[in-house]
């Protein structure tokens, strides 16, 4: 898909930064909806459904995790990058822990930006029509990922991940078997690295293993490779 055929909407009060991003992006082959205040953003989000959405906390109605909170209440999986002025880690873990999909503290440079739009996008294309795997299943011992449905379970029972977590699970299942290191996993999920990419993907990890049900001397779905990254068991050949 090109990205002429991406819609996205940028929330943020400040005009001249909306005016900023909007010209960013449209540069770059986007369509760009552009809201001043949380209202008109659900109220775009509803009538529009954008591929993605670019939400500044700081507006005028209300805060952006609230809208977060209700984009993600209403089960919409619609990718969200937060822009915040809001450097505090624990702002930062609220709004991934809500469902956003990343995190950009300004000021940030368009580079940066684009990466992160450019990989947000392409987490939430995990399906059959693009053949990455036959019936955009993913097959290994007792687990099932769907990639259509955006799950995981485990014997049929559903695993509830958030969406970092499940970007995780679904991007070292596409290189099972082979070793991904903390870098590739950080520039896959995240798009670019920041101080805290390495700290924040070893948290997410241990909460994924843990809601996996992994235990200590046991053969888990997600092997831990010491200072170096994770690897995704391969399915064995009847599986696949």
Not at 72 to 95: C, F, G, H, N, Q
Not at 214 to 236: D, H, K, T
């Amino acid at each position: 898909m090109t990205n002429n055929k991406y819609k996205l909407l940028v929330v943020e009060d400040e005009e001249n930064i909306r005016t900023l991003l909007s010209a960013l992006l449209e540069a770059n082959g986007y369509q760009v909806l552009a809201a001043g205040t949380g209202a008109m953003g659900k109220l775009l989000i509803t009538s529009h459904r954008p591929d993605l959405v670019l939400l500044d906390l700081g507006l005028p109605d209300m805060d952006g995790l609230e809208l977060l909170r209700t984009l993600r209440a209403e089960e919409t999986l619609t990718p969200v990058i937060v822009l915040s002025a809001r450097t505090d880690e624990r702002e930062k873990v609220t709004a991934l822990d809500l469902g956003a999909n990343d995190y950009v503290t300004k000021p940030f440079g368009s580079a940066e930006l684009l990466a992160r739009v450019r990989t947000a996008l392409r987490n939430t294309r995990h399906s059959a029509q693009e053949g990455r795997l036959p019936g955009g299943k993913f097959h290994l011992d007792d687990m099932v990922i769907d990639y259509d449905a955006r799950r995981v379970s485990i014997r049929g029972q559903e695993v509830r991940l958030t969406q970092t977590e499940y970007n995780i699970v679904a991007f070292l299942s596409e290189h099972c078997g082979k070793v991904m290191t903390y870098s590739a996993i950080i520039r896959g999920v995240w798009g670019y690295p920041d101080a805290g990419s390495v700290k924040r993907l070893q948290v997410n990890m241990a909460n994924i293993r843990k809601k996996l049900g992994a235990r200590p001397g046991e053969e888990s779905y997600i092997v831990n490779e010491l200072g170096v990254g994770y690897r995704m068991r391969e399915p064995s050949h009847e599986e696949k």
